[in-house]
């Protein structure tokens, strides 16, 4: 397990790989799917195969809620991981029942909080990726880490 990480162990260029991958099924694409985004295409097999995504698929939500897991297990921030905003999330692949997906995460900025002197804010790009290597979705988020620098 990683250790708590401050803002002041964060570096532009840093990476951090997921320390597992996420295994998606058919049932809880249906279930995500019927309680949050009632879709055909995230509900029904039949009705995947007769829409855009030529199969069932799996809710995008769902896909940013599975790549934020894999976020809090592969980065530890000290105190939990608090959310500064995303600039941009982009689903560039249908997630289908089977697939595994890990992240590949990179701190891309650093700034001390205007309004949170105790806080730091890290930007980081996001890449998450299936079991062939293709990337279903892209997002570049911010987050707040404390400052171990600050009484």
Known sequence: MPKDLYFEDFHVG???????????TAQEIKEFGQKYDPQPFHLDEAAGEASFFNGLAASG????????????????????????????????????????????IEVIGLRHSRSRKDYGVVKT??????QRD?????STVNFLAPRRDVA
């Open 14 to 24: 840093q990476k951090f790989n997921s320390v597992a991958s996420y295994h998606v």
């Open 125 to 130: 790009r996001t890449m998450a990726y299936n």
């Open 61 to 104: 939500w769902l896909t940013a809620a599975i790549v934020m897991r894999l976020r809090v297990l592969s980065i530890r921030v000290s105190g939990g991981m608090i959310g500064a905003g995303a600039e941009e999330m982009r689903w560039t692949e249908a997630v289908r029942p089977g697939d595994s997906i890990r992240t590949e």
């Open 134 to 138: 293709q990337i279903v979705l892209r």
